[in-house]
């Protein structure tokens, strides 16, 4: 299979508490994309981070990108219960940048 | 910000019936839409990629004559089930992009469930 893989499957924490979820994927990238979806949702685009970026920031998420460990993280600070939610990595193929394979999510709760 | 929309939001039909499903970009002309299926708790799986005024391109394993496609529109692109089966029960998510090829935007998905 190309899907990639997340890790956590599922993450459950305070609201307050940081929440790291990893992503791996096994093709050569253009660009690595992280969506939220809430539960029976379709997918909120979160945040696009490009193969020659390491770092990213969008308010409270960071995300990374390590392409030589086909790697990338998504970090949500200070978590809120409304981010409760599953969220996946998006990765392209770098000959067919329209296709996106998803990796497998991580469903997180944030308890209030 | 780009806005696509599904119709309907839920259906459900008996064993043998076919059913459609729209896709729609409200705000900005689609050049290219994908359709997924998502199993509960599972990941999203590619099922076909369309372009306007051409044949939709089907993932490996996915049987074209029993999910049609159609993408008639730069706005409108449709999926219909033909001959469901319960095993077709899933949530069908489709979305669309303006051919940048840096962002998809999603509809807010089908569930579609066959007795």
């Known amino acids: 299979s190309q899907q990639g893989e997340e890790d956590p499957q599922a993450l459950s924490i305070q609201e307050g508490e940081n929440a790291t979820m990893n992503c791996s994927y096994k093709t050569s990238i253009n660009n690595l994309q992280w969506y939220r979806q809430n539960s029976g949702r379709g997918l909120v685009h979160l945040i696009l981070?490009?193969?020659?970026?390491r770092e990213k920031h969008s308010g409270r998420l960071r995300v990374t990108l390590d392409t030589s460990k086909k790697s990338s993280s998504l970090l949500i600070t200070a978590s809120r219960a409304a981010d409760t939610a599953s969220y996946f990595c998006?990765?392209?193929?770098?000959?067919?940048?329209?296709?996106?394979?998803f990796g497998t999510g991580t469903r997180l709760q944030v308890f209030p | 910000g780009a806005v696509v929309s599904q119709h309907p939001s839920w259906v459900i039909c008996k064993s043998g019936t076919s059913v459609k499903i729209e896709c729609r970009s409200l705000?900005?002309?689609?050049?290219?839409m994908f359709w997924y299926r998502q199993f509960p708790k599972q990941s999203l799986m590619l099922m076909a990629t369309s372009n306007e005024g051409s044949k939709a391109t089907y993932e490996q394993g996915v049987e074209k004559d029993k999910f049609l496609i159609n993408h008639a529109s730069l706005t409108l692109s449709t999926l219909t089930v033909t001959s469901a089966h319960p095993e077709d029960s899933s949530f069908y998510i489709c979305?669309?992009?303006?051919?940048?090829?840096?962002?998809?935007?999603f509809g807010p998905g089908t569930r579609l469930t066959v007795l």
């Open positions: 705000d900005f002309q689609a050049t290219t």
């Open positions: 979305s669309a992009s303006s051919g940048r090829r840096d962002t998809q935007y």
């Open positions: 981070i490009r193969s020659n970026e």
């Open positions: 998006a990765t392209d193929k770098a000959y067919n940048t329209d296709k996106l394979i």
